[in-house]
């Protein structure tokens, strides 16, 4: 188990890491399930097929992949922490899910919840990231922007490019999990972090139980203002607990670089500015990652991420790069055309409303980004985002001029 | 189940400075008596079967409250809760239910012959009637903690002991996961289906989850006699009809509910109950009876009246609009029950409703009238 954690730990990280769990529960004083002192009753336990939840009517990835001997093997094991499994999967028994949209069904609690439920966090895994095998294959991590090729979009059609991901602090449990103390941990440890950069990068944090009126019209103006999460998915993971303390939003005073603490994950990292120059959005992106890391290794902390799965967040769905980077592109003629479905998948692309996911296109301005987020690098995301972004523009001048487009070839999965 | 809540022992690393919660814009019960000293103490307490302090707060932090309505603030996650965590709960509970202090005992009373009056409630006036109560299986966590399997027991146990009343008790029980779409539709038109919590007070406290397992209606075929099954509560029982005769349903009520306990304590089951708290519920605000009594009552004029508040308060009774708690009385027409649970036996309870709402009904008489009504206006009960 010790060789997922490939990064050096800090001594001051080793006190709250204790030896992760094998086959049976090893540290019984921390498993939270039973509590047992001599005459006094013990909680009522069932046996696990008495346990297993009715998944019948459910369409995640969860309930696709958690058979009854996986959860019997699955439910008296914690995380040092005291993660269950009844708590991972809790979202998406309590989310049955849409018809056409199949959701993932369950959120990590800790870093050690990957390790720990492997059995069925690994199956999800390959389900939702289209093949990616975690038991064989390895994440590749790279944020050097430089190796980016064009880039700079037509503005004619680009209006805004954005890239986006997430980090979370070794050591402290996950936004599901977490308790008040470990969530001001992460605040005060990102804070201070953010407090050290300079020039561009330089910026101030707003705390949502501190900010003042004024303040709170400005990010919403800006439109930086996150709210208490309302989505179903999310509060049943238990992410919104103690709202809102402990969370807040950070920006540099250029407005092109925002941090969001504590909302579903410890950190958001976003990237944006108007207009088509995705490079520079992105070479920001890498630069401020790179300095916030450095940052809080010089204080003795580091970043969640291992060799086969990259960058640990608390949905499984955000692992690897977490990265989505988009595009605010008008495309009104193509928009329209029985073929962008499929050009946009062959593209390893998707399309979203411009109020985000599940929202329409306005004025034939969709929200392109790309649809893989591990396997694949940074860098060869945001490239595979600024082809495709490219061709689809090339079709829309195309279809202006009355020419016909053609649908490209699919592009390979895992390079 | 404190999903989310990291066991104890591993959140105990932290200081109780660290860990306590931001109440500095609260107004709840719990957000007025717990202090940082207080929660130091608790903190490293757990019930036997798990519950910790934080699991009994979680809804009052997460819900500050309103400034004019004042929330409890906490749940119990089993019986124990209310012994392990009484420094907390003590108090609450104290304020919360009129000055009941903890060395105060809880009088039952569950027989219908004690009742004075109650069948001649006006029927112009009085359109129904209702008395609810709850009620827990001692041995099985609370719906905040319960896990699948509990609350699966529960409701097997529940079915099993409701399907041998008999007589004008004899009913059905529809569970929310398996009923058809007519019988779902059936249930909505007779007022009895109850949906999925949506009040953040209840979801923040995990009472909501794995719904709709485990959880269904029984109902009498005369449609009389109806008990929620895994709901806020492991049973909640009520009965009601239309009209003014009260004692006809605070009869039927007590005879039900004495029937159910016989059944589940031939089962070898009891209720948790003790004698100082009463009946045990999930949220303080019901210990005792856990009794509303109640009736949707056309008090147009009354309701207009400048003193009608002061009034229901010296009656010892409460105003809901016909929707329920939090929703405006339409047409006139207010759903009117006891204010109080703990302290009082449900007789006392039933009695206060039967008498206020049979005063109201006078006063709303005379100021059809144009009467005045200021020689009605009773002492503080």
Request: aromatic fraction near 8%; proline fraction near 5%; glycine fraction near 8%.
């Amino acid at each position: 188990m010790a060789s997922s954690f490939t990064r050096i730990l800090s001594s001051k990280r080793n006190v709250g890491i204790l030896s992760l769990v094998g086959g049976s529960v090893a540290a019984g004083f921390l498993l939270h399930r039973e509590h047992v002192t001599a005459g006094e009753p013990l909680r009522r336990r069932y046996p696990a097929s008495a346990e297993y939840p009715d998944l019948r009517k459910h369409n995640n990835c969860m309930a696709s992949n958690l058979t009854p001997a996986i959860y019997a093997k699955l439910c008296d094991k914690a995380t040092p922490n005291g993660y269950t499994i009844d708590q991972a999967i809790q979202t998406g028994v309590d989310n049955p899910g849409h018809p056409f949209i199949k959701t993932v069904g369950l959120v990590a609690g800790d870093e050690e919840s990957y390790e720990v439920f492997a059995d069925l966090l690994d199956p999800v895994i390959k389900e939702r990231h289209n093949g990616y095998d975690p038991r064989v294959m390895k994440h590749p991590t790279d944020l050097n922007a430089t190796k980016i090729q064009s880039g700079v979009f037509d503005e004619r059609y680009v209006l805004s490019s954005r890239v986006r991901t997430g980090r979370s602090i070794r050591g402290l449990s996950l936004p599901p999990a977490c308790t008040r103390a470990e969530r001001r941990e992460v605040e005060r440890v990102v804070v201070d972090a953010l407090s050290g950069l300079k020039g561009d990068l330089a910026g101030k944090y707003y705390s949502l139980t501190l900010m003042t009126e004024q303040e709170q019209q400005q990010l919403i103006d800006d439109h930086f203002l996150f709210d208490k999460p309302v989505s179903p998915l999310l509060t049943c993971a238990g992410m919104a607990r103690d709202w809102p303390d402990a969370r807040g939003i950070w920006h540099n005073n250029e407005k092109t670089f925002l941090i969001w603490i504590n909302e579903e994950d410890h950190t958001r990292v976003i990237s944006m500015e108007k207009g088509g120059n995705m490079k520079r959005v992105f070479e920001r992106f890498c630069r401020g990652l790179k300095e916030v890391e450095r940052l809080i290794q010089e204080r003795g902390w580091e970043f969640m991420w291992n060799e086969r799965l990259g960058y640990i967040l608390t949905c499984p769905s955000n692992l690897g790069t977490g990265l989505r980077a988009g595009v605010h592109v008008k495309l009104p003629r193509l928009g329209k055309d029985p073929r962008f479905s499929k050009i946009l998948d062959n593209l390893r692309l998707q399309k979203r409303g411009t109020g985000g996911v599940d929202t329409a296109a306005v004025g034939g301005v969709f929200d392109i980004s790309n649809l893989d987020r591990l396997g694949q690098s940074e860098v060869q995301l945001v490239q595979t985002v600024i082809d495709g972004v490219n061709y689809l523009i090339e079709c829309e001048k195309r279809l202006e001029k009355g020419q016909d487009i053609k649908v490209p070839a699919p592009l390979k999965q895992f390079k | 189940m404190p999903f989310g809540n990291t066991h104890n022992q591993a959140k105990l690393k932290y200081s109780s400075e660290q860990e306590y919660p931001d109440l500095s814009k609260h107004n709840n019960y719990m957000a007025k008596i717990l202090t940082p000293a207080m929660y130091e103490r608790l903190r490293t307490k757990e019930t036997p079967s798990g519950f910790t302090l934080d699991d009994v707060i979680q809804t009052g932090v997460d819900n500050p409250g309103h400034p004019f309505i004042m929330t409890v603030g906490c749940v119990a996650g089993d019986e124990e809760t209310y012994e392990v965590f009484k420094e907390l709960l003590d108090p609450v509970i104290e304020d919360r239910h009129g000055g009941y202090k903890p060395t105060d005992k809880h009088k039952t009373d569950l027989n219908p012959d004690n009742l004075k009056g109650g069948d001649d409630l006006d029927p112009k006036y009085v359109l129904s009637s209702r008395v609810r109560t709850g009620r827990s299986i001692r041995g099985f966590c609370l719906p905040p903690h319960c896990s699948r399997g509990e609350r699966r027991a529960v409701e097997k146990l529940s079915v099993e002991a409701l399907a041998a009343l008999s007589g004008d008790l004899k009913g059905k029980y529809y569970a929310l996961k398996n009923m058809t779409e007519a019988e779902q539709q059936q249930l909505i038109d007779d007022h009895f289906l109850f949906d999925k919590p949506v009040s953040p007070l209840l979801l923040a406290s995990g009472m909501a989850r794995d719904w709709p397992d485990a959880r269904g209606i029984w109902h009498n075929d005369n449609k009389t006699f109806l008990v929620w099954v895994n709901e806020e509560d492991h049973l909640r029982v009520i009965s009601m009809q239309k009209g003014g005769k009260m004692k006809e349903v605070f009869t039927r009520f007590c005879t039900g509910l004495t029937k159910i306990e016989t059944l589940f304590r031939d089962r070898g089951h009891a209720f948790m109950w003790n004698e100082h708290l009463g009946y045990v519920l999930t949220c303080p605000s019901n210990l005792g009876t856990g009794l509303r009594a109640g009736v949707h009552v056309k008090l147009p004029n009354m309701s207009k009246h400048a003193k009608f508040e002061e009034i229901l308060t010296k009656l010892r009774l409460q105003k809901r609009g016909t929707g329920g708690v939090d929703t405006a009385a339409v047409g006139g027409v207010f759903d009117i029950s006891n204010a109080d649970r703990l302290g009082f036996s449900e007789v006392d309870l039933v009695q206060m409703v039967v008498d206020g709402v049979k005063l109201l009904v006078e006063m709303e008489k005379r100021l059809e009238k144009g009467q005045p009504i200021d020689n009605l206006i009773p002492a503080q009960k």
